[in-house]
């Protein structure tokens, strides 16, 4: 099977930085693009970055940019993701999947656009 396995959440208050790992199970990642999503209880699923293949553009939703950072580490086959000066509203199960092979990130991020989803880490911030 073809997955992502994310790792790194946890609970952090205001102000406070997570790091988040996405490590993929069955494929080579530098040849995919990749986005990072989030979704809190009664909400939609959000997309907050994605990442093209190696070497490539990243994009950043307004919601995280200048909070969020994202990089590869092609040695691990893995995504991380940099969490800084998080807030309430940054609380949900953050999930990471893929792009199908040569599709670059698109437009609009959305969920049925990516495959080999993980079942996220869950990071809280309390106040």
């Known amino acids: 099977q073809l997955k992502f396995v994310e790792s790194g959440g946890g609970s952090v208050r205001p102000g406070g930085s997570l790091h988040l790992s996405c490590e993929a199970s069955g494929f080579a990642l530098p040849a995919y693009a990749v986005g990072w999503f989030r979704q809190a209880p009664g909400k939609e699923r959000e997309g907050i970055l994605c990442i093209n293949t190696s070497g490539g553009v990243t994009f950043y939703a307004d919601s995280v940019k200048g909070r969020f950072t994202v990089s590869r580490d092609n040695a691990r086959n893995t995504v991380n993701l940099w969490m800084n000066s998080l807030e309430p509203d940054d609380a949900g199960t953050y999930s990471c999947?893929?792009?199908?092979?040569?599709?670059?990130?698109?437009?609009?991020?959305?969920?049925?656009?990516?495959?080999?989803w993980g079942i996220g880490t869950q990071v809280t911030v309390p106040s």
């Open positions: 999947a893929r792009r199908p092979l040569g599709s670059p990130c698109p437009t609009r991020w959305v969920p049925e656009d990516f495959a080999s």
